[in-house]
């Protein structure tokens, strides 16, 4: 009974020991050998909440510059996600060298389909100022922005390989969660619910930076919902980007074998520029004059968002 | 003295299936896709792991997320030697 108690006792610290050490019971990884920090509580738990705070306002500010990328900048396709993902890798200060020339050559692949993306942007923009956008002119500049789009890939290839060769097995698997990532959050904002005026929203977005009034939220709100665009089809981009980071990963890793990125490319390119073009066509007539040159400044400073000011 | 060395991991393996499920609780609360970008992460036993909520994040071999409970003294290290690397995308590249 005595030994009962005891392996009891060493039970319990032992499964404590479990909790508080390791991770989820899902995870494969080893700690041995590692050492844990425990919590202790801060001497400042007002000082703590003001951190959290700030965090929580950075992460939020972080994520709504994101989500407003991905509603604006289509050309790149799957090849921009990865230039965007290295932003972010971590890597070690004697592989930045090395990766910024690797981002240089992803920036250089997507210069014809940047440069058509920023002419539809500069006619959307001249649009939207004057209050009338010219439907013929924005169609020709998206049907060379999508065409250009379709051909990033092949281009790309070289730059892809070189990366994936520069990286460390655990780095791999980090960019291909990343690609992964912003594959998800640019199927969120191009997928919203025409009209939506949810926390996150493009409406949201828009009231908030152009100070809309609810009357005229509701008016877009309902304008955009009568002439809701068909649901943006993903499917091309799903299969690429699930191929993409399940090969990324592993050493057989090429990028030239994949046959289907152009189409899938092209294909974001196509659905996310008739989105937003959609958008702004359905937004201007309803705006003061003030707002559509506030909004205008905003679609050109957009223009600065795909690494032309590096 | 087998009896005694059977009973002890009898009751070990109970102890621990019972209190299993506390640990793996919280596996449902992991980084949103926004923090996955905007964020670099560290590298430690061989993952990326991110420092969000309070917690260490990564994902396991299978895809999983997991997190560590308690702070590894690498990532405790890291984390107050180096401020957090977070990325804005708007009007041209930036961090801070």
Same mark, same amino acid.
């Given at each position: 009974?005595?030994s009962?108690?005891?392996?009891?006792?060493?039970?319990i610290? #032992?499964?404590?020991?479990?909790?508080?050490?390791?991770?989820?019971?899902?995870?494969?990884a080893? /700690?041995?050998?590692? *050492?844990?920090?425990?919590?202790?509580?801060?001497? *400042?738990?007002?000082?703590?909440?003001? &951190?959290?705070?700030d965090? *929580? !306002?950075?992460?939020?500010?972080?994520?709504? &510059?994101?989500?407003?990328?991905?509603? =604006?900048?289509? =050309?790149?396709?799957?090849?921009?996600?990865?230039?965007?993902?290295?932003?972010?890798?971590?890597?070690a200060?004697?592989?930045?060298?090395?990766?910024?020339?690797?981002?240089?050559? #992803?920036?250089?692949?997507?210069?014809?389909?940047?440069?058509?993306?920023?002419?539809?942007?500069?006619?959307?923009?001249?649009?939207?100022?004057?209050?009338?956008?010219?439907?013929?002119?924005?169609?020709?500049? /998206?049907?060379?922005?999508?065409?250009? !789009?379709?051909?990033v890939?092949? !281009?790309a290839?070289?730059?892809?390989? $070189?990366?994936?060769?520069?990286?460390?097995?655990?780095?791999r698997?980090?960019?291909?969660?990343k690609?992964?990532? =912003?594959a998800?959050?640019w199927?969120?904002?191009?997928?919203?619910?025409?009209?939506?005026?949810?926390?996150?929203?493009?409406?949201?977005? #828009?009231?908030?930076t152009?100070?809309?009034?609810?009357? &005229?939220?509701?008016k877009? *709100?309902?304008?955009? &919902?009568?002439n $809701?665009?068909?649901?943006?089809?993903?499917?091309?981009? +799903?299969?690429y980007?699930?191929?993409?980071?399940?090969?990324?990963?592993?050493?057989?890793?090429?990028?030239?074998?994949?046959?289907?990125?152009?189409? !899938?490319?092209?294909?974001?390119?196509?659905?996310?520029?008739?989105?937003?073009? =959609?958008?702004?066509e359905?937004?201007?007539?309803?705006?003061?004059?003030?707002?559509?040159?506030?909004?205008?400044?905003?679609?050109?400073?957009?223009?600065? +968002?795909d690494?032309?000011?590096? | 003295?087998?009896?005694?060395?059977?009973?002890?991991?009898g009751?070990?393996?109970?102890?621990?299936?019972?209190?299993?499920?506390?640990?793996?609780a919280?596996?449902?609360?992991?980084?949103?896709?926004?923090?996955?970008?905007?964020?670099?992460?560290?590298? @430690?036993?061989?993952?990326?792991?991110?420092?969000?909520?309070?917690?260490?994040?990564?994902?396991?071999?299978?895809?999983?997320?997991?997190?560590?409970?308690?702070?590894?003294?690498?990532?405790?290290?890291?984390? @107050?030697g180096?401020?957090?690397d977070?990325?804005y995308?708007?009007?041209?590249?930036?961090?801070?």
């Amino acid at each position: 009974m005595r030994s009962a108690k005891a392996a009891l006792i060493v039970a319990i610290v #032992l499964a404590a020991g479990c909790k508080q050490e390791n991770q989820t019971t899902q995870t494969s990884a080893s /700690v041995a050998g590692s *050492s844990s920090v425990t919590t202790t509580p801060s001497a *400042s738990a007002s000082a703590s909440a003001e &951190q959290a705070e700030d965090d *929580s !306002a950075d992460e939020e500010e972080a994520a709504e &510059q994101v989500r407003t990328h991905h509603r =604006h900048h289509h =050309h790149g396709g799957v090849a921009m996600f990865v230039r965007m993902a290295i932003d972010t890798l971590g890597v070690a200060p004697e592989k930045k060298t090395q990766l910024e020339k690797i981002q240089s050559d #992803l920036h250089t692949a997507m210069a014809p389909a940047r440069d058509a993306a920023k002419n539809v942007k500069t006619v959307l923009a001249d649009g939207v100022a004057s209050g009338n956008i010219d439907k013929a002119k924005v169609d020709a500049a /998206v049907a060379k922005e999508d065409a250009a !789009a379709a051909n990033v890939h092949g !281009a790309a290839s070289d730059a892809l390989n $070189a990366l994936h060769a520069a990286l460390s097995p655990e780095e791999r698997q980090a960019l291909a969660d990343k690609v992964e990532a =912003h594959a998800e959050i640019w199927k969120k904002v191009n997928t919203e619910a025409a009209g939506s005026k949810e926390k996150g929203s493009h409406l949201e977005h #828009l009231q908030k930076t152009l100070g809309l009034s609810q009357d &005229q939220v509701d008016k877009i *709100s309902a304008a955009l &919902q009568k002439n $809701a665009l068909p649901k943006t089809d993903t499917a091309a981009m +799903d299969t690429y980007v699930s191929a993409f980071t399940k090969a990324f990963p592993t050493d057989t890793f090429d990028a030239k074998t994949f046959n289907q990125a152009n189409a !899938a490319n092209g294909a974001m390119a196509k659905h996310g520029t008739a989105r937003m073009v =959609h958008f702004y066509e359905t937004v201007t007539p309803l705006l003061t004059p003030e707002q559509r040159t506030k909004l205008a400044d905003k679609l050109r400073e957009r223009m600065k +968002d795909d690494g032309d000011t590096k | 003295m087998k009896t005694k060395i059977l009973v002890t991991l009898g009751v070990a393996t109970l102890a621990l299936a019972a209190l299993a499920p506390l640990a793996a609780a919280q596996d449902n609360d992991y980084p949103p896709p926004e923090v996955i970008v905007t964020m670099s992460p560290v590298y @430690y036993e061989g993952h990326a792991a991110y420092w969000w909520h309070n917690h260490w994040h990564y994902r396991d071999a299978h895809g999983h997320w997991g997190h560590y409970n308690a702070e590894p003294k690498f990532l405790h290290d890291h984390r @107050y030697g180096h401020p957090a690397d977070r990325h804005y995308y708007a009007g041209g590249y930036h961090r801070r």
